[in-house]
């Protein structure tokens, strides 16, 4: 069960009658009591014939709707072996129609539900509409009383509510009911679907349950009429397409059973017929009327044998198969061998490639080196590396100032510099001026470092740092900044 708290119609086969089917009521966890009883009329009673009523669990002699679902038949496919075994006749199979008519009682209207067949993205659905306004309002005129015909050709311009029946997947035998719109006129509006019943089918049980919380958004008048249409409308579909019974239509001799019709078929307007089926369907779920003789139907007279033929055509055929299986063969191995060629083919021309390839870079050599030798050309030595040059290194004989390090001790002290006044600017580069204007200074860092980044060494060494007493007497003591 879904929820206790919904309104729910438990479907229980009577142990008394086979052939009825007792509905119990429960409704927010009330006990179960039998509402509805389900009647389907004896096989006698109904031949060749679909039947089903909806009464009244306490008083049966009142009926709320009744279905009347009348097949069409066609001869099966048999072999002919089939045939031989059935004496050379067959019986007609019932096919079971795209459509039928849920007739509804006090007010009487007829509400037609269309099968659609499912897709592969789509499972089978069963559309029906009820009209949102179903009691005639009180009028003072006549023709409105007496008026059926106008209120026959009313009906088709009166607004109803779509309802679709949707079977929950391809394999599944529950369906969900839902509210798809609007229909006026013929003229459908298409709104989302709002669930408004579901089905449960058990294996001798079922199970309709309402959603109430969404039965506010149905607007149709006749709700106890809606009611009966969902629980009459779930249990036929049942019967004849989700699990069809055995023989539903009752026939006097069952063939290969009855065969479901496909969506493009045309019904057989059980809207029209509506009117004079109901009470021939009261009367079969009551007393039964005088049984008519069934309508006799014509059987063609069996075929001819043809088993020589038949065989000769079958060896033809057989034959013309396993000629087309050899030359599909020969074809296959032919198509092998040309690959296995052009495979062949494709590996000696990349061999020719590097062989040629090969030979021209031989030939190349052999020209160079000639050339080589011509023009009197070194061969080229090992692939040296492009990092930069290390500068020269310095002249074994040329002199450095002593200092301490981790190649040799210090021969003494070194004799401290003087302190550089702050005013005086940087000293000049030595590479500053050239071609005997001014001479290079000895001073600065430059002359210092040997190689590529100084000038000469020794003597700018020595004077610098080896100055007489005189020079240094003669040098003014400038005065020093307060600020360094």
Known sequence: MLDENLPTYRLQPSSDNPLQ?????????????????????????????????LLDAHYPSVVYAEVLVEPSWTQPTLSAAEIRANGGSTSPVPLTPDSFAVSLYNPDQAVVVRHRPGSWGKSDAWDFEVPERSFRLPS?????????????????????????????????????????????????NKEPDITVAMFR???????????????????????????????????VIRD????????????????????????????????????????????????????????PVSTSPPPPRRDARQQAEIEAETKR???????????????????????????????????ERRRREAEVEKETERLRKEYGVPAPGPAQSTSPALPPRPNPGQFYPPTAGWYGPMSGPAPPQPARPNSVGPPP????????????????LGSLMPGPYGGPAGASVSGFFHRSDEDKRKKVQKKRSVHF
């Open 21 to 53: 089917t007792v509905l119990y009521f429960t409704h927010n966890g009330s006990e179960p009591s039998p509402e509805y009883l389900l009647k389907r009329p004896s096989a006698p009673e109904a031949r060749n014939k679909y039947a089903l009523g």
């Open 201 to 235: 089918a058990g294996k001798n049980e079922g199970m309709v349950t309402i959603y109430e919380p969404n039965m506010a958004r149905v607007d149709v008048e006749d709700r106890k009429g809606l009611e009966v249409a969902f629980i009459l409308s779930a249990e």
């Open 429 to 444: 580069r030595p590479d500053q001026y050239q071609g005997g204007r001014k001479k290079p200074s000895g001073s600065g």
């Open 140 to 188: 003072a005129s006549r023709i409105d009383r007496e008026g059926a015909d106008g209120a026959a050709q009313g009906a088709d311009l009166t607004p109803k509510v779509v309802f679709r029946w949707k079977r929950d997947g391809r394999l599944s035998k529950d369906m969900t009911c839902y509210m798809s719109g609007r229909s006026v006129g013929g003229k459908k």
């Open 321 to 355: 198969l396993q000629a087309m299986v050899a030359e599909e063969g020969r074809k296959a191995r032919e198509r092998e061998k040309r690959d296995l060629e052009e495979q062949k083919r494709i590996k000696k021309m990349l061999e020719q490639e590097d062989k």
């Open 240 to 295: 004849l397409y989700l699990v069809p019974r055995h023989n539903p239509f009752n026939a006097a001799s069952v063939g290969a059973g009855p065969t479901h019709v496909n969506g493009t078929r045309k019904s057989s307007n059980p809207q029209a017929a509506s009117s004079s089926q109901l009470a021939f369907v009261s009367g079969a779920l009551g007393d039964a009327p005088p049984s008519t003789g069934v309508r």
